[in-house]
Structure formats: C-alpha cells, structure tokens
C-alpha cells in the first residue's frame, strides 16, 4: 500500500462552521425496505 493513500487530508475548517448538508427526504412512493420473512411481492 502507498503511503501517501494512507496521508491524511488536510483539515477543512468550513466543516466545523457549516452545518451539515440536510438528509434528502425519502420518496413518499417508494415503499420501506421489505420484511425480512416476507416475499417480494406486496
């Protein structure tokens, strides 16, 4: 492995003044992630 992949990148102080980027909402008509025991099917 190449140390300089293993560098850490420099410090960005924008990061700490700005709030983070708000979550996208979910798609109201995509339905929530299956039932696990349950087919595909609805």
Request: overall charge positive.
């Amino acid at each position: 492995m190449s140390f300089k992949k293993l560098a850490p990148l420099p410090p960005k102080p924008k990061s700490k003044q700005l709030p983070p980027p708000p979550k996208p909402r979910p798609k109201k008509h995509h339905a929530p992630k299956p039932i696990p025991g349950r087919g595909h099917g609805n």
